[in-house]
């Protein structure tokens, strides 16, 4: 019964579970091993390598006897491709299996963790793309409090980079007529609450109390109760553009006025 048992909670695991001999010949693997590889039955001592690249077997091979051979234990992530022509990436970890003091093979897992990896991935490339952009992005909590802010969005405020943010609210970045919103939701613009997100130009007021006109960007990011996790806001700032349109303006209307009053008579 106890072995029965053993049995069925390794086959249960969520981790491919094996063990080998002393010379780094598979001798048991259980279920979830067995389906994660596209394996069948028998366990042939060496399948594993069969999803490594040709050219790296041999030596795979080789390393894997010497440091199961040493007792050594073993925490690689390794890029394999499967009998179905997929590409998958497994973690694999192993402990020596000792007997009166002497090494007589291994005992690991396996887990599949491309999904997890291609998340970092792209994790990574968010933050290299958030720290490179001179636009300033910004996140505040369900509460309306600033919990994140870019190295740009930094610079403006006259942070250092790895200085603690300060304990503003969102409201605090809003002109003066829109501060007196009774709550954080009341603040946001109604579309972002409704459709997740909004786009639009408006101004906010910097760390020196200035108003900056900027183009805005507002995304509302739910949990899987539909309630209100983070809201990230994008902000560019327009200042200059503004001001070469009220100078475009400025300078047509001036043209338009001394074509009118001039007494002579043009044609375009």
Known sequence: ERDAMLAATSDASPLGLFRCD???????ANDTYLAMHGFGVPLQPWAWLEVLPPEVRERARDQ???????????????????????E??????????????RVVGAVGTVDDVTERVAQQEAQLT??????????????????GRLIYLNPAGRRRMGLALDAPLPERHYCSFLPAAQREAPDFFS??????????????LTSVVDVQGQTVPVASTVLVHRDARRQVRTVSVLLRDISE????????????????????????????
């Open 22 to 28: 002393a010379h780094g010949a598979l001798t048991y």
């Open 64 to 86: 894997w006897r010497a440091r199961v051979a040493m007792g050594a234990a073993i925490n690689v992530v390794r890029k394999v491709r499967l009998p179905d022509g997929r």
């Open 88 to 101: 998958r990436r497994f973690a694999v970890r192993t402990a020596p299996l000792r007997l009166r003091g």
């Open 126 to 143: 968010l933050t290299a793309i958030f720290e490179q952009t001179p636009d300033y992005i910004c996140q505040f909590d369900a509460e």
């Open 187 to 200: 603040a946001l613009p109604e579309e972002a609450l409704i459709q997740g997100h909004w786009q639009g």
């Open 241 to 268: 553009q503004v001001q070469a349109q009220q100078e475009r303006e400025r300078s047509e209307a001036m043209l338009k006025g001394v074509a009118e009053q001039a007494p002579i008579m043009i044609a375009v």
